[in-house]
């Protein structure tokens, strides 16, 4: 374990400089927006499309090219790149087997059993670019779409509308959220909280990351004010690799940070898919249950907080 340090406020004045710098000038204008957004939509989701399809594909060409249709290039360099999606898919089950043992079984835990499920998973992720070569020769599709039917989703979506009071109640307990053991970072004390997927819509359990402060007694104190800091569609800090933590000079200041994974994303991903495809592929029917199911797990992690 490494004692912490105050590089939060160093890291916080680096990023500022930064956007007061040329660099800054560049990037904050309207420019960049859409050229993110393409990036996104020509790119990134492309990729991510043809990346889902491989693992889907579990070693089989002819079952990545029933998903995607691809040139005759695709023949030639699908078994490889389909062995070594399997083989990194492969590196990162065994790395959260013991991530969760580590953390949520007998233990101990250790930061580099964390450090390693990160290198797994962002080995996984970035596995990506593997399919640039084929989205120049067939431009892959970047959302397998399964819109629903406007006459279902007004079905499914109606008692909501007539009952709104109750659209989002809960009667879920703050003892109920399971949390991990923590290990002391150079940013105060990392650990876990999970618990049961709040819809029926999204079925895989709720996780969220928690950066406390180191404090010496919490014994009749009340709860650390706490800052809940959700991410985007498609954004996925667990799995990428960046283990630098953005907030980490807020939690100097003696506040907690809980950040959770969305619906669908990262270890929520559904098979077949990345990380928060199915929000766009369902159409509004997607959008509408990925904010009930997050809205709620919010409040759940609210409830903790307060309770904690």
Not at 30 to 52: C, E, I, M, V
Not at 220 to 239: K, Y
């Amino acid at each position: 374990m490494t004692e912490p340090t105050s590089k939060g406020p160093q890291e916080r004045a680096g990023f500022e400089r930064l956007l007061r710098s040329v660099v800054g000038g560049i990037i904050l204008r309207p420019w960049f927006d859409d050229a993110a957004l393409r990036l996104l939509t020509q790119w990134y989701f492309p990729l991510s499309r043809g990346w889902a399809a491989a693992l889907a594909a579990d070693g089989s060409p002819d079952r990545f090219l029933e998903l995607i249709p691809c040139g005759r290039l695709a023949r030639r360099l699908l078994p490889g790149i389909l062995k070594r999606a399997q083989a990194r898919q492969a590196a990162l089950d065994a790395a959260d087997v013991a991530w969760q043992g580590a953390f949520f079984g007998k233990g101990p835990a250790r930061a580099e059993v964390e450090a390693a499920r990160l290198r797994a998973a962002a080995a996984l992720t970035n596995f990506r670019s593997a399919f640039v070569a084929l989205h120049l020769q067939s431009p892959m599709p970047a959302v397998a779409w399964e819109i629903e039917p406007p006459a279902s989703v007004a079905h499914r979506h109606g008692r909501r509308l007539a009952q709104p009071a109750l659209a989002f109640a809960d009667a879920f307990k703050p003892a109920d959220i399971e949390a991990s053991r923590g290990f002391l970072s150079r940013h105060g004390i990392e650990g876990w909280v999970r618990f049961p997927s709040p819809t029926a819509a999204v079925t895989t359990p709720a996780c969220a990351r928690v950066l406390a402060p180191v404090v010496t007694s919490r014994i009749g104190s009340p709860p650390l004010p706490t800052l809940i800091f959700t991410h985007g569609i498609a954004m996925e800090t667990e799995f990428t690799g960046h283990s630098r933590n953005p907030l980490s000079s807020v939690v100097a200041e003696g506040i907690r940070v809980i950040r959770p994974e969305g619906p669908w994303h990262g270890r929520r991903r559904l098979p077949g898919t990345y990380g928060g495809e199915p929000v766009l592929a369902r159409g509004p029917g997607g959008l509408l249950d990925y904010f009930h199911a997050h809205v709620v797990e919010l409040g759940r992690l609210i409830a903790w907080a307060r309770d904690a």
